[in-house]
């Protein structure tokens, strides 16, 4: 879409080879610093290409040359695999879709993953969950019936989405059992093995601020450690250029102040 001014200007039929690549070039050279600076993503959606005369391998490839191959953090590569449908037959409601990293400087690359996507709504995170679910044996798929222990979540994917979609603390509950299976130590429990939700720590973190722990305004009335202690009644030289140091290990020990327990 990103259409060089000489292309336009230009007659149709005209020649304008490598007028476009040229032009990422050296847009992305000067996009790369302001990028860093601002902190902010940039996302570039392609198309893809056949090359001319190529007898073995693979012939697709992107437009715009191999600047942007080159300047980009995280390539991927989306496909349409099948289409779902709905209740009717003719009645198509989304694609399912292939994602394969192609390229990843923050990650490890070429890893897969398949995803709902519906018209109108976009990714299924429901969806996302199920399969999820289904792959790691938190739900049992029984032909047509997907179940939970003795619960049934639905019959039909579209009906044990639906399910989910509509039971947010069945959700959530799928989301922190595989939370913990994927990411062992993410997630919090109490000591009743209740989960902490996110907004229960978000509440706990806004009440310490209040309060000043952790902002750098903390006053407490916490005694020195006796470290801290020893370089007040000690006014040597050593213990004077020791002083500052030991003072901010006193200071950040103070300010430590345990998690309370009413919180788990």
Known sequence: ALTPQKEIEGEMGDSV??????????????????????KCT??????????????????????GGN??????????EIRRIETIDGKGDDEAIGN??????????????????????YFGKGVSAAASVLDSAVKHGLIDKRGAWYTRGEEKV???????????????SFRMELEHTLREKL?????????????V????????EKEMRAKGVGTGSLKTDAEPTPAAASVKAAPSASAAKAAKPTASLAKAAASSKPVPEELF
């Open 17 to 38: 080879m490598g007028v476009q690549a040229r032009l990422m070039s050296q847009a992305l050279r000067k996009l790369t610093a302001i990028v860093g600076k601002s």
């Open 42 to 63: 940039i996302v570039f959606i392609n198309q893809i290409r056949m090359k001319i005369g190529v007898m073995f391998g693979n012939p697709e490839t992107t437009t």
């Open 67 to 76: 600047a942007l191959k080159f300047y980009s953090s995280v390539r991927l």
């Open 96 to 117: 399912r879709v292939r994602v394969k990293v192609v390229k990843n400087k923050v990650a490890p690359p070429f890893r897969k993953v398949e995803l709902d996507v």
């Open 154 to 168: 639905g019959q039909g994917k579209e009906n044990a989405v639906a399910f989910i979609e509509n039971n947010p």
């Open 183 to 195: 990411f062992p130590g993410m997630v919090l429990r109490t000591k009743e093995g209740e989960v």
């Open 197 to 204: 939700t996110e907004e229960q720590i978000l509440a706990y």
